[in-house]
């Protein structure tokens, strides 16, 4: 296979996530060639590091131009940057092994060797099924059971022990997941989480975003929600880059700090987990995967053990950090596309806890992390760091959100005027 210098990737990205900006930044610094496809507003469209192009408004435009732009760019890997984007390379994948557009084999060949096997789509959003494949390997997870509807659910909370969780699968970032103390928050959480997927929640997506995809639910039943054992601990993740099952390279950490109750890491600790590493290289084997994959677990309080409870079949936030090379994730990849990896700065040995950038500051402007654990701004591009000094919106704006603002703006002008005049304060305002 002949050396290629610049191995092309191609980032789709739905949401406007702070980690995907950082990952491109680092592949572009790795060596690759990077076409990142972004929403209006995302920040990789002001970076000079990466071409960044508009991904579309709606689905049937997004499925358009990753399409368009893979014929183009022939690219080496294509990685999807969240949830969304992992069922547009779903749709596009299912459409190529049955033959359709322009090129469908090297379609359905560059996304296997990007994501993996077909499995990979279905245990990366159906949270409930990779608990079980888990346990039949063999691996420390939860006690997990499906819950069919209200009825089973009060059934099964007769046997439960507080606290529990409810999990609703097609989620992320903790939005799909409650922890419960009793039966009744059970029950409420369980209506909660079946209202994000009804027939009502479709009709207000589709018309909050002005696009007939979210519309496709009502044609299937709804995510399945499990009611899970909660296990009393510290969240932990490891990430690692893959090929067609082999692990590459990889990096364990455990979360000091996290955005909310059941959100993402803010600050990390580095750890040397040996049961962690195994229960990834055997899932990686066992699902086929290929690209970046994050893996969550639990350390139980009273004996470490870590308890897998979900997979993330798309980079997280700590896939571009790298202290060597066996937990240099982008180098890895690089090298498994026959291409010369180009050298990447590294972490000192003596870092152990790291506070990421942006997200800590996010959380918490004076966290004494920020002075005492190692900060990890990019100050090699000042473009990053101003494009996150705020909190930026992760979803882009819909029009409904556009015109509330609109209104709220045009009240309070018209406020200001009226007090200007008057001196007094109407009601409406």
């Not at 972004?38 to 131009?65: F, I, M």
């Not at 099952?245 to 890491?265: K, M, N």
């Not at 500051?361 to 990053?384: G, I």
């Amino acid at each position: 296979m002949p050396v290629r210098l610049l191995p092309r990737v191609i980032v789709v990205a739905t949401l406007h996530w702070a980690t995907t900006t950082r990952l491109c930044l680092a592949l572009a610094e790795g060596g690759f060639e990077v076409t990142a496809l972004a929403p209006d507003g995302h920040a990789l469209h002001s970076l000079p590091d990466v071409v960044a192009e508009r991904l579309g408004r709606t689905r049937a435009q997004a499925l358009r131009k990753i399409s368009a732009t893979v014929d183009l760019d022939l690219p080496d890997l294509i990685v999807p940057a969240d949830d969304p984007a992992i069922d547009l390379l779903h749709t596009l994948y299912t459409r190529a092994i049955r033959g359709r557009g322009s090129d469908p084999r090297r379609m359905a060949d560059l996304i296997e060797s990007s994501v993996g096997m077909p499995s990979a789509f279905t245990f990366a959003h159906e949270k409930s099924r990779l608990i079980e494949l888990a346990a039949k390997e063999g691996l420390a997870v939860p006690t997990t059971a499906p819950v069919a509807d209200i009825y089973a659910l009060r059934e099964l909370l007769g046997t439960t022990r507080f606290p529990a969780v409810l999990k609703r699968d097609h989620s992320c970032n903790g939005r799909g997941v409650r922890v419960v103390q009793d039966e009744f928050e059970a029950e409420r959480a369980y209506r909660d989480l079946q209202a994000r997927s009804s027939a009502l929640a479709a009709l207000k997506g589709a018309a909050r975003k002005l696009d007939i995809a979210p519309l496709e639910r009502l044609y299937h039943r709804g995510p399945a929600i499990a009611l899970q054992q909660y296990i009393a601990g510290r969240p932990a993740n490891r990430a690692v880059a893959c090929h067609r099952g082999t692990v590459l390279a990889g990096l364990s950490v455990e979360a000091l700090r996290t955005d909310g109750a059941q959100g993402p890491a803010t600050v990390v600790r580095v750890i040397d987990s040996p049961d962690m590493a195994e229960a990834v290289r055997r899932l990686v084997r066992r699902l086929g995967l290929s690209g970046f994959v994050g893996f969550d677990f639990v350390l139980e309080h009273s004996t470490g053990r870590p308890f897998l409870i979900e997979m993330n079949g798309r980079p997280t936030q700590i896939c571009h950090l790298a202290f060597d090379g066996a937990s240099d994730m982008i180098g890895a990849l690089a090298a498994a596309l026959g291409a010369v990896p180009r050298p990447r700065a590294m972490l000192a040995p003596e870092v152990s806890t790291i506070a990421l950038f942006p997200q800590e500051c996010w959380r918490d402007p004076t966290s004494s992390f920020l002075q005492l654990a190692y900060h990890d701004v990019p100050r090699r591009s000042p473009d990053f760091i101003a494009a996150y000094r705020e909190r930026v919106p992760f979803e882009p704006v819909d029009w409904l959100r556009a015109l509330r603002e609109h209104l709220q703006w045009a009240r309070r002008s018209i406020a200001g005027v009226q007090f200007f005049r008057t001196g007094r304060v109407s009601r409406a305002s």
